[in-house]
């Protein structure tokens, strides 16, 4: 089992910046590849971000793609999502989540936990 806690949105100014957080614990973090995906209101949930634990290589979207950076840190069981430049349609519920896999991280099913979600609200 991994249990992740994000925690870090809130409301920002658009082209303001936030710097979400989420916290692994339980099983090897370094074993797992780590993504953010997001849900606004109405919406399905979408890839944003992934970092994968074997190769380190990094998957983005075109939303994300010069704006949010994510990281890890494993001596703190943590990764990271930046993001700066935010714009009014960044604002959603941002979720975590771990997988085992190391390809195809920007499909949802690919991944064996998730935290609760933290929401990021940009004001225009």
């Known amino acids: 089992q991994v249990q992740l806690v994000e925690s870090g949105g809130g409301l920002v100014q658009a082209g303001g910046s936030l710097r979400l957080s989420c916290a692994a614990s339980g099983r090897t973090f370094s074993s797992y590849s780590m993504g953010w995906f997001r849900q606004a209101p109405g919406k399905e949930r979408e890839f944003v971000e992934a970092?994968?634990?074997?190769?380190?290589?990094?998957y983005t979207t075109d939303s994300a793609k010069g704006r949010f950076t994510i990281s890890r840190d494993s001596a703190k069981n943590t990764v990271y999502l930046q993001m700066n430049s935010l714009k009014p349609e960044d604002t959603a519920v941002y979720y975590c989540a771990a997988s085992s896999a190391v390809g195809g991280l920007q499909y949802s099913y690919k991944y064996d936990y998730w935290g609760q979600g933290t929401q990021v609200t940009v004001s225009s």
């Open positions: 970092i994968s634990w074997s190769t380190g290589n990094i």
